[in-house]
């Protein structure tokens, strides 16, 4: 499967624990964008890279969201001393910046990474 | 920021007929409008997409119209079938320098297709 792809798929943690969640792009995409989906709602903008630079950071991402890109190919995702409100599907979207096929700006999608927080 | 509305968050078409989805923005910056397909548990796929130098697009039975002086656009579905029950998200936002975009998104119509 060349498409984007997200580890762990689930994950169940205990309010105020650590999580970290990772996000394998389509391979030479330099575009990585992270999203938070909850039940009913549209994805809401995270953050975003070009290749390594983090080059914008939504409001909602508060400073116990951190994210990296160190090498400009997988990403992670971390939050710190979780808290229930943080329960939400996490998604990872890629795309090019080069010219390719028809649909120049598209953002593949990754599966997600759904989140509970007990 | 950006704001997107869309209506409405369900729709319920009989097969064959068409499907209708209408959002509105607020960011007259935004001059990309993709929609996205979302099944139950899958991720968001795109469907179709307009930029703002034009006024509609059409793929087989999708389409979808924009109206960048009232700042809203909307999907069009004709001659729908069951697998089109889905999730449809429209989004907006600006085409970054160098490509990419970064897109609001909107709350989303559930479509159900019936026999």
């Known amino acids: 499967d060349t498409g984007v792809s997200q580890d762990p798929r689930h994950k169940i943690t205990k309010r105020g624990q650590n999580v970290t969640f990772r996000c394998d792009p389509i391979?030479?995409?330099?575009?990585l964008y992270w999203y938070r989906q909850t039940l009913g709602q549209g994805p809401e903008f995270l953050t975003y890279?070009?290749?390594?630079?983090?080059?914008?950071k939504s409001r909602l991402l508060s400073d116990r969201f951190s994210a990296e890109r160190p090498k400009g190919s997988f990403s992670t995702l971390e939050i710190q001393r979780t808290e229930q409100g943080d329960s939400a599907m996490y998604l990872c979207?890629?795309?090019?910046?080069?010219?390719?096929?028809?649909?120049?700006?598209?953002?593949?999608f990754g599966p997600g990474t759904r989140l509970t927080v007990l | 920021g950006e704001n997107v509305e869309q209506h409405p968050s369900t729709l319920s078409v009989q097969e064959g007929d068409s499907a209708v989805i209408k959002c509105t923005y607020s960011?007259?910056?935004?001059?990309?409008f993709p929609w996205y397909k979302q099944e139950l548990g899958k991720r968001p796929q795109l469907i179709i997409d307009i930029r703002s130098n034009v006024g509609e697009k059409k793929d087989q039975r999708i389409a979808v119209t924009l109206n960048k002086t009232a700042k809203h656009f909307s999907l069009h579905i004709t001659e729908t079938q069951p697998e089109d029950s889905a999730v449809y998200f429209c989004a907006a936002g600006p085409i970054l320098t160098g490509g990419g975009n970064k897109l609001t998104f909107g709350t989303g119509t559930q479509l159900k297709v019936e026999l």
């Open positions: 960011d007259s910056a935004s001059n990309y």
């Open positions: 890279f070009q290749n390594e630079a983090q080059l914008e």
């Open positions: 391979s030479e995409h330099n575009r």
């Open positions: 979207a890629s795309s090019s910046t080069r010219t390719s096929g028809r649909l120049y700006n598209e953002q593949f």
